[in-house]
């Protein structure tokens, strides 16, 4: 009795103490609503991202299922930051379950005991990223409610969710653009501007095209969730969570539409479509109506966050219906549309099966969306977890096998390239995304073609030979249609990303296996920096390579005195073309190489050739505020290269360009922004969804201005769409009471070629360019640009003080490289770079972006050149 006595008293004890433990830390763990003072989701009401980091970091103090893990730094040094939610066992076990989780990501010799193990002791890893476009303010603002609730959960299906996985969310993909979104809309809460957009880019760069970075990994925010799939988590499975325009369905599940990327496996896809499936369902018993799949979005181009699909994680995308950011939208049942892939009404259909019927529209709406969503991903995670984690390791042998058995087996570019320094970046950029890079110990014969001790090689058996074969070669779009021989699918962004063309490096794709390769290869490791040597004199960088541009700039930046040479140099071995850079020596200019990837030849004494001193050139861009993305990427290749540079906004050029600018630089954006700060043309302009102050262009006496500048020496550099600017009439003031009317000696035929059926959805092409024209220096005779089709140019016969070169011109036959185009048989042999002169100025137009989304680095060197052109005298 006594016995039986003291064990129901240790008993009572026992569960007394769990009981009042749980209560303790369920206490102790903060309720949304009680941390912000609001619930997250409510109208009119959004939390910056340090109060987001700063819940969850109580959170990861409060409660043993939660842990914050730092991974990376923001562009404007934000730290940055994964959530992880799973039970405390398996926190406990971190490590050895990442451990598990790098086993079966890359480790294609594990034995069928092995593997039934670690499917039996691994979890599925689930990444959820959130807000990457930072106007897409529901999925973080969501990210609170998920946390707590899995945080104090008692459900037994959600604890199962807990044991079998482990939820990392990032609860901001972008937390610079976060904290400038909320602060706008707290800014202008409660006015008339209250639902207008936030002027300029939600980045410190790049705002909407963050989304856009996942292969040249530009951006530091996105570097840091590409080595998550890379380099030390290895996730099984993604989502990355989104929203899109409030008048159509109200939310995307997976799986996309057509056309899809033909190198990701068709276990991806079917995973995919699982997932998708299992998302819907949940979502519709949940009673969220409208909810979508196979719709508008594709999964053929790899630039985005899903980018991880190649890298074998199933990885996808969700859309939501937006609202002005927290307040509440109001759509009447004949405002809701649908358009493109999948839908053609807004109608009760197998990829919408239950649509909204219109009324209120809140935030708290799509939060709730959101949370259904991950926990019908959650919920499939967890009931597939063995599936999943076998899936996984076979997939990786399935790829290491078919890089073994398939051909293409290599691809090689020789040591000897036309601008070395890309090579350097191409090898580390591979590095950085979990490829190895091997080069040959000495000469070897492959497919019939003879490669040199030094060449790079790159396997495709390797577990992530789908990212490989999607990045190295020439992209062939599949052309898909809605009706046999009807309208053909169109691609959601661009066709060309190949990193070898867009670089401008050769490249050979080895069909033929050669079994005994391996004893001619070596991995490249991480270079340990070779010392700069003290030059005698000085030293002499090739014109050809784009670091020696960067030395260049970051030289001139220091006050430091840089040469340009003006006919071509021999020392020693090595020849130097038109246009190289001399550096007398000095130790800053030993500091600037000491951090390139560059080498340089040292000179012993001053080098008998004509050269002439560079003058550090006063530069503005113009940036409108209209999400000029594209000035962004220009800034930023502006800031890596060492580039000094101010920005002007159109209405700043107004009453002309300020004193002192020599070159002006209007990246693409549309006349009618630029002119007048509206969207539209002539007689049909309409307003954008702006503060009515950053909706000022450079008005017509401005423009004038500006031609006034140029006719006394100033230089432009413009592309795209911004060419426009400069056609048609012009007036300048040549004295008092005395004015100049003209027309620029050229003209933007693109629009009736595209009249004509040209279609170039951003596809790589070849053009044919003059040789050693002070623009050309360090280029070769053809380069690959990227091109959307338009503006083409013609010239004309110039008047008085004005004169034209066609510098650049499409190629008369095999005009596509890489990608897809119709009809580009209308852009054979015409002009796509041409420089022209009036009075003493000089203007440079680009019929393609020469920097595009800092990816086509073949072409930069074009840029720079303008950038440095000499004054008329």
């Not at 959170?59 to 040094?77: F, H, K, Q, T, V």
């Not at 393609?848 to 440095?868: D, E």
Request: glycine residues 6%; proline residues 5%.
């Amino acid at each position: 009795m006594k016995k039986s006595f003291i064990l129901l008293l240790v008993a009572w004890l026992t569960i007394s103490t769990v009981f009042f433990t749980s209560g303790i830390q369920s206490q102790e763990i903060p309720e949304p609503v009680s941390f912000f003072g609001y619930k997250p989701g409510s109208d009119y009401k959004l939390f910056d991202y340090e109060e987001l980091i700063n819940y969850l970091k109580k959170l990861d103090r409060a409660s043993e299922r939660c842990m914050m893990a730092e991974i990376g730094i923001s562009p404007l040094g934000k730290n940055m930051y994964v959530f992880l939610i799973s039970s405390p066992e398996n926190l406990a076990n971190l490590d050895k379950l990442k451990e598990i989780n790098l086993k079966l990501s890359l480790d294609v010799d594990l034995s069928d005991i092995e593997l039934e193990k670690l499917t039996d002791d691994g979890r599925v890893f689930v990444v959820a990223t959130m807000s990457m476009h930072s106007n897409e303010v529901a999925p973080s603002q969501s990210v609170p409610l998920m946390a707590y609730e899995l945080a104090v959960s008692t459900n037994p299906q959600q604890l199962k969710w807990l044991e079998n996985t482990v939820l990392m969310i990032v609860p901001s993909h972008n937390p610079d653009g976060m904290d400038m979104i909320v602060e706008h809309y707290r800014k202008y809460l409660g006015t008339k501007n209250e639902k207008t957009s936030m002027p300029g880019v939600y980045h410190k760069y790049i705002g909407h095209d963050n989304n856009r970075d996942f292969i040249t990994l530009t951006q530091s925010d996105n570097l840091a969730i590409s080595k998550l799939f890379s380099h030390e988590w290895f996730p099984q499975v993604m989502v990355e969570k989104h929203q899109m325009g409030a008048s159509g369905v109200r939310y995307f599940v997976p799986p996309p539409h057509d056309p899809i990327a033909e190198n990701i496996d068709a276990g991806l896809l079917n995973w995919i479509g699982v997932f998708g499936s299992h998302m819907m369902q949940r979502m519709t018993s949940d009673s969220l109506k409208g909810v979508t799949q196979r719709y508008l979005y594709d999964d053929y181009w790899p630039g985005h966050t899903e980018t991880c699909l190649w890298k074998n994680t199933i990885g996808m995308l969700t859309e939501a219906a937006s609202v002005y950011h927290a307040s509440p939208v109001y759509i009447e049942p004949q405002e809701i549309s649908v358009y493109g892939k999948g839908l053609s009404e807004y109608k009760k259909s197998i990829n919408m099966p239950d649509p909204w019927p219109g009324g209120w529209w809140h935030l708290s709406n799509i939060v709730n969306y959101e949370i259904s969503s991950l926990w019908g991903m959650m919920e499939t995670a967890s009931g597939n977890k063995k599936q999943i984690l076998r899936f996984r390791n076979e997939l990786t042998q399935k790829m290491v096998r078919l890089g073994k058995t398939t051909a293409p087996y290599f691809y090689v570019l020789p040591s000897k390239q036309h601008d070395v320094s890309e090579l350097n970046h191409l090898v580390a950029l591979m590095n950085t995304h979990g490829v190895k890079v091997f080069h040959l110990t000495k000469d070897l014969k492959l497919d019939g073609k003879m490669f040199v001790e030094g060449d790079v090689i790159i396997p495709l058996a390797q577990p992530f030979r789908a990212f490989i074969k999607e990045v190295m070669e020439k992209q062939e779009f599949p052309l898909r249609h809605y009706t046999p021989g009807g309208q053909m699918i169109e691609p959601y962004d661009i066709t060309s990303w190949s990193l070898p063309l867009h670089f401008g490096l050769e490249c050979y794709e080895i069909n033929k296996m050669d079994q005994n390769i391996d004893q001619y290869l070596a991995e490249f490791k991480k270079p340990v920096d070779a010392e700069v040597a003290n030059a005698k004199w000085g030293y002499v960088l090739d014109v050809r390579q784009n670091e020696s541009y960067k030395a260049a700039f970051l030289m001139l930046g220091k006050g430091q005195k840089v040469m340009r040479i003006n006919e071509p140099l021999q020392v020693n071995e090595s020849k130097f073309g038109l246009g190289s850079f001399i550096l007398p020596y000095s130790s800053a200019a030993k500091e600037v190489l000491q951090s390139l990837n560059l080498e340089a030849v040292e000179l012993d004494q001053v080098p008998e050739v004509s050269s002439t001193a560079l003058l550090t050139p006063s530069i503005a861009l113009v940036e409108t505020w209209f999400h000029d993305m594209d000035a962004g990427w220009t800034r930023y290749i502006f800031d890596t290269y060492g580039v000094p540079f101010q920005v002007l906004h159109p209405d700043e050029l107004a009453k002309g360009v300020p004193a002192g600018i020599d070159v002006l630089v209007f990246p693409n954006a549309s006349k009618s922004v630029l002119l007048e700060g509206k969207y539209g043309e002539e007689n049909d302009y309409y307003t954008a969804n702006y503060p009515a102050e950053y909706t000022k262009g450079i008005g017509k006496d401005g423009l004038n201005a500006l031609m006034k500048w140029i006719d006394a020496g100033g230089i432009v550099a413009s592309w795209g769409q911004s060419t426009d600017l400069f056609t048609g009439q012009h007036q300048i003031e040549i004295a008092e009471k005395q004015k100049e009317s003209f027309r620029l000696p050229f003209k933007n035929i693109g629009p009736e070629m595209v009249k004509q059926g040209l279609y170039v959805p951003g596809t790589l092409m070849k053009l044919h360019l003059v040789k050693d024209h002070p623009l050309t220096v360090g280029m070769q005779e053809t380069a690959n640009i990227f091109s959307r089709g338009t503006p083409v140019f013609t010239t004309s016969l110039p008047n008085f003080d004005m004169d034209r070169r066609i510098i650049g011109s499409y190629s008369e036959e095999d005009i596509v490289v890489s990608g897809f185009a119709k009809e580009e048989k209308l852009l054979s042999k015409k002009a796509a770079l041409i420089w022209l002169k009036k009075g003493k100025g000089q203007l440079v137009l680009f019929g393609f972006n020469p920097q595009f989304r800092s990816s086509t680095t073949g072409t930069y060197k074009l840029l720079f050149n303008t950038l440095l052109l000499p004054a008329i005298k």
